[in-house]
């Protein structure tokens, strides 16, 4: 039902049951706020979105007081400004003043509300914190002196992920944010998904850098440096230079990343591939062999290691194949390295990736070979933006290339690994084909392509009738682990991505408050796959070659020493 409210004078239209936030929004009026997540009960902790209604005494939340017909807000008067500028000045009493240091200097909210709120002085004094940074993570690094308490990382740990890593700890102004027991990130149950980067409002959570290591390499003459990004990253690092969201900028990225120093340049969509055909002909081994199921998929590397620390029991049924990062990689020590005479001792690999939990998988002692690791350095979508502009590029200016051979050609199925739901799809194409002899004539496989965390799709390839799940978050993950615990049998194959979406959701991405960026980029995803000339990973030529060439054939002798891997319980303090 909808009725007429008036804000700062003006009628506008509200709906029965929304909070004043959620109406103020839908009719363009921004209030800020710090606490607030969109999809989740309301706190009001942070105070920042107070307004002023006509017949109340106090200045109330507007994230979570509902909206009554008789309401007249104001949003913007003096009493409620003065109000959100002290609440900011009181956070920036005791805030380190590093902001020309921080990871977050313009693009922190703090920042923001004081710059929009005119704090020009220091009006209050407080205790500076003096909390120890964190770097013991692989992945992400916490600075807790720069933690304002809002609760956002707590909430999407636990609320949205389902983690629940990070917690409230101590009382009164003691108060921190941390593992349990106040442990470091490294003994803790973190994923390293990266989700609570995305969520931190200031620079008390960042990603570990590896930038000044691949710095040094390019500058070292002696050095063959490489590199692999994801197909992730064509349809979202747009945005960290002021192109159209979702925009793919593919053949801009090649030319940028040569004129920083790279000796080649490769897509990881071929990886991508690569991971389709070890995984269907692994799925069709175990279909044929009456081997246990569900097959779980391997992809995300935060979801291995959930496995890992949570439910190693099911570690006999996740696929043994690394990940396309990873089969790239091994790909280039053993291959490339051999076929274009390259000392491997002088090979330095680096991949961008939208994703923390690479970097966690790129250091695990399973991917390595003869002691040398498969991927030396991983940069996030982030990392990668401030690495092109640090070395004066102008990503604008120059021409589209095309990625190097002999890993140049990639299928819109590879494409597809962006997004959850997409490596099922991918994996059905090229498993039906495997099956049948013959090409999926549904190419399209709508099931799969809803925004939900979970979704399903039954078909018949062949003589097998299947099911297939995709899920997102290792929360929707547990339920659906719980079910087959108490004896759900219809699903053959799971895919589980730990970052609500996928990977262009990952915890590496560019950090937008704007949902129709996301959006943005699914869709270009989606429109790619329908635009490219080989939507098959099994009709990929270059593949096809390497296979001929160098690999001999799927789950084959060389393919399962370079492309396959093992996964290991891991105790963590819980």
């Known amino acids: 039902m909808n009725f007429p409210i008036e804000v700062n004078n003006k009628t506008i239209v509200a709906r029965r049951g929304e909070t004043i936030l959620e109406a ?8 800020p706020t710090l606490c607030h997540m969109q999809g989740l009960y309301p706190t009001g902790s942070c105070r920042m979105c107070v307004v002023e209604v006509e017949g109340k005494p106090n200045l109330i939340t507007a994230c979570s007081y509902p909206v009554e017909e008789w309401m007249k807000i104001r949003t913007h008067s003096p009493r409620v400004v003065n109000a959100r500028k002290t609440n900011v000045e009181l956070l920036l009493s005791n805030h380190p003043d590093d902001c020309l240091y921080c990871e977050r200097n313009g693009n922190c909210e703090l920042q923001s ?12 004094t407080g205790k500076k914190n003096k909390y120890k940074t964190d770097p013991s993570g ?19 740990c636990e609320e949205i992920i389902g983690a629940a890593t990070l917690g409230f700890i101590g009382r009164g102004n003691t108060t921190i944010i941390g593992p ?3 442990k470091q990130l490294n003994l803790s149950s973190c994923i390293t998904c990266g989700q609570c980067i995305m969520a931190c409002p200031t620079g008390a ?21 490489v590199m692999q990004y994801s197909p992730t990253i064509a349809v979202s690092l747009a945005e960290e230079f002021g192109l159209k969201a979702g925009k793919e900028i593919n053949g801009l990225l090649n030319a940028a990343l040569r004129k920083t120093g790279f000796d080649k340049v490769f897509d990881s969509t071929f990886g991508a591939d690569i991971y389709i055909m070890e995984l269907a002909a692994e799925l069709e081994q175990r279909l044929k062999n009456n081997l246990p199921f569900p097959l779980f998929s391997s992809d995300c590397p935060a979801w291995i290691k959930y496995v890992e620390q949570w439910h190693p029991e099911l570690i006999p049924q996740v696929t043994t194949c690394k990940s396309p990062q990873q089969m790239l990689g091994a790909i280039i020590s053993e291959y490339y390295t051999k076929t274009y005479h390259i000392n491997i001792d002088n090979l330095y690999t680096v991949s961008a990736m939208p994703c923390t939990a690479k970097k966690f998988e790129a250091q695990r002692e399973q ?13 996030t979508t982030r990392e990668l933006a401030q690495f092109i502009r640090l070395n004066g590029i102008d990503i604008h200016q120059g021409e589209p290339e095309l990625a190097d051979f002999p890993f140049h050609i990639r299928s819109s199925a590879g494409k597809l690994f962006s997004v959850s739901g997409g490596v099922t799809e991918a994996l059905i194409r090229t498993l039906h084909f495997r099956l049948t002899g013959k090409e999926l004539q549904q190419i399209r496989i709508s099931e799969l392509r809803s925004n939900k965390d979970y979704k399903e799709v039954k078909l018949k390839i062949g003589e097998f009738k299947l099911g297939f799940a995709a899920v997102s978050t290792v929360k929707q993950a547990a339920v659906l682990i719980e079910e087959i615990r108490n004896g759900r049998n219809d699903l053959h194959f799971i895919e589980v991505m730990a970052c609500p979406g996928g ?3 990952g915890g590496g991405q560019p950090i937008v408050d704007d949902q129709s960026a996301l959006k943005a980029r699914i869709k270009a995803v989606y429109d790619l796959d ?5 939507r098959v990973a099994h009709k990929n030529p270059a593949v096809i070659e390497l296979y001929k060439e160098f690999l001999g054939e799927p789950l084959g002798e060389l393919s399962m020493k370079l492309l396959h891997t093992s996964y290991k319980k891991r105790d963590v303090s819980l």
């Open 24 to 31: 103020l929004d839908r009719n363009g009026i921004k209030v």
């Open 113 to 124: 509300f004081a710059e929009q709120l005119n704090v020009r002085e220091r009006r209050f």
């Open 138 to 156: 692989s992945s992400i690094v916490r600075d807790p002196a720069k933690c304002i308490l809002c609760g956002r990382c707590v909430r999407t």
């Open 180 to 182: 349990a027991f106040n």
């Open 205 to 225: 959570l960042h990603e570990k850098r590896h930038s000044s290591d691949l710095q040094n390499a390019l500058h070292n003459k002696d050095i063959h440096v």
């Open 367 to 379: 991917m390595t070979h003869k002691g040398i690791s498969d991927v030396d350095a991983v940069l």
């Open 503 to 505: 990977c262009v959701n």
């Open 530 to 534: 329908e635009k490219e000339p080989i």
